[in-house]
């Protein structure tokens, strides 16, 4: 059985809720509700987030980069509590693709994530105790007007860009659709305007997993000094299983044993890929909130960009002046090319500047997290293209 | 959260594996020791079995069929535990592919199993309880070895036929390694000569979830009166989505609603989707044991057939004189066509007789159980072929 003695304490998570290290905080007070979609309005609420370079006089070159499900506004450089480097090094940074010597990266923790801006983690005000299952649900809309209003906290009327995948993704394609005069171009990248019934199935056993662990005391671990580790520990696990393909996973680890010449006989991690699996789920209740878990997990679940516009997705792009660049991965089964095709069918449909690319590789759904040459290729050139068009300097 | 008040308690469950129902069983008593590759003997042991049809005078129309992961050997006809109808209907019966009135059909329940045949749930008779983790780990090639030993208490010398699907299709391929003299006719469906990486990540993400349970009580639930129902129920959820399809998902649910206008902004089971899987979770555990759901799918993860034969699958079957019929499905995605023309083509360096077909469903790797017209044709076919060449009568 795998073993979590290294979980954080539980004053430590609900303190990094509230109390985010190494972030810059929106807080936004009783005369600023955030809407949600749920019909009830969150108040008072912050937002965690972190820039990197500068913004330019005009005001026109912020780049709006969006966090993925178990992501956060760590972009790069050191995160404050696992240690490692940043989510998106390979993309972010001085020359990098979305180049910080030429843009001004903006990154917001979500609205129900558990890194600083509010979620079911921090202190709910009204009892001075962690939210918990009080916290309303949330949908991508809600987590993107979230974002609207730190931008005009920010006085920033237009983003050049705004780029993230998978979950994301569905926050930039949200962006586009909410808001299509305040992006000049947008870069959703391994996503989907809809999350499929394989996608829901897959985080319904996450959530169970999660909710099965005696330890979640129907949500109120935190007040009670408990932690769902074990059942969050195999979500993960799952979960991770599905960021990566068949070959990539074969290629990697095989049929290999872990530090023995052959099977045990037992239910000892006899194989890499075991051990590696259990490594995950390990490191990843270290830094993350269940319930955090279940609210975004759910966000994503009730994605259905359609449904906004009398279930025809090219409604939500009709006469978007936004110009796009779509990138699927050919080994992503969790939101694969056929997904990101019919974002480009919709976009066309609404007579939108669109361009796609569908990268070989073995790497799955998380490629576009990796060092993966010809998406960071192509980003590259998309947002030069994108910049000359806006007027952008090459650099400052 | 799932309620799983229904789940049958702990007597019947221990009953059902040393007792069980519309059974026949063969006792194996000191003198007749199963040896393990574990390097052990079980011993007493007793294998459950059902037979269909009748054998000919010349003992030569037995059909051997093999259950997978989660089957038993009530092929047809009423479950004596589910009360629901058996797991092969389609294939087996009078005037079915697997013909009644032709062949005489045995059916053992596996060695690990929960339904009669020794395994984790079985009294150990040197403690007089359940055999819990005590019990040693198997493999499929152990299964094997137990059947053998019951087609010689049948006085069965020559099989006219070995099928099965999954993990029935393994034994099909160990059966046809192991006794190749023994074996007429073979019939692996949607499976593979080895478990890959991304299958064995699967089940331990299963095995985990199980184990994470507290009811589990490192496996001695039945002794003190537990039941690891949660972790076993979620198990059972991450499984069955990888049985079907993401095509078969979203033609039977896509996004649809349970019984509701609208999302509920809640954890409730709004997609039809998660009330499906749920319901697969809750009658699942009451049927089947949370240790032989850990022993069976390790089984399954050791399995790999080059291993034996110095990494070259070819020699599992080399100089074999049995004929072969392989199938797959080009939705399976958990023992994808590449599994199964890797049998073909160690079939093929063998020298052996075969025939392959890829069938095009929608219906996932559960396609091999159900009524899938061109799988039921290609069965009767190759049976009724190698009928004629064995010189069996047309129909008794």
Same mark, same amino acid.
Request: zero cysteines; charged letters at 15%; aromatic letters at 8%.
């Given at each position: 059985m795998v073993e979590l003695s290294a979980a954080r304490d539980v004053p430590a998570r609900h303190s990094e809720a509230d109390s985010p290290r190494d972030s810059l905080i929106a807080r936004f007070g009783a005369d600023r509700p955030l809407k949600l979609d749920a019909g009830v309005s969150l108040s008072p609420f912050q937002i965690a987030y972190r820039t990197y370079g500068a913004l330019n006089s005009e005001r026109s070159n912020a780049v709006l980069v969006c966090h993925a499900l178990t992501g956060d506004h760590h972009?790069?450089?050191?995160?404050?509590?696992? @240690? !490692?480097? @940043?989510?998106?090094?390979?993309?972010v940074g001085p020359g990098k693709p979305i180049d910080t010597e030429r843009y001004f990266v903006i990154c917001p923790n979500v609205v129900g994530a558990c890194m600083g801006t509010t979620g079911p983690a921090s202190t709910n005000p009204k009892t001075g105790k962690p939210w918990g299952l009080d916290?309303?649900?949330?949908t991508i809309r809600d987590m993107v007007r979230a974002q609207a209003m730190l931008l005009d906290e920010l006085k920033i009327e237009t983003l050049f860009a705004v780029a993230g995948g998978s979950m994301g993704g569905m926050q930039v394609l949200q962006w586009a659709a909410s808001y299509p005069r305040r992006v000049f171009a947008a870069l959703p990248l391994a996503s989907s305007t809809r999350h499929s019934a394989q996608n829901i199935a897959f985080h319904e056993v996450g959530r169970q997993a999660v909710m099965a662990d005696p330890e979640w005391r129907q949500g109120r671990y935190l007040v009670e000094g408990a932690n769902p580790k074990r059942g969050l520990a195999v979500a993960r696990m799952g979960a991770h299983i599905t960021y990566l393909s068949d070959a990539a996973l074969h290629r990697k680890f095989g049929r290999k044993f872990q530090d023995r010449e052959n099977v045990t006989f037992s239910f000892d991690a006899d194989f890499e890929v075991e051990s590696y699996l259990r490594h995950q789920g390990i490191t990843f209740v270290d830094r993350f909130d269940a319930n955090s878990y279940l609210y975004l997990t759910r966000a994503m679940d009730y994605f259905d960009l359609a449904a906004d516009y009398d279930g025809v997705v090219a409604g939500a792009f009709k006469g978007a002046e936004t110009r796009f660049c779509v990138v699927s991965f050919t080994s992503d089964w969790l939101f694969p090319t056929s997904d990101s095709r019919a974002i480009v069918?919709?976009?066309?449909? @609404? @007579? +939108?500047?669109?361009s796609f690319a569908e990268i070989v590789t073995d !790497?799955?759904?998380? +490629?576009f997290l990796l060092d993966e040459p010809e998406l960071l290729a192509i980003v590259r050139g998309f947002l030069d293209g994108a910049a000359r068009a806006r007027g952008l300097s090459a650099r400052r």
């Open positions: 972009v790069v450089g050191t995160h404050p509590v696992t @240690g !490692k480097s @940043g989510w998106w090094e390979t993309m916290f309303p649900v949330i069918h919709a976009l066309n449909a @609404g @007579g +939108a500047r669109v !790497k799955g759904h998380d +490629a």
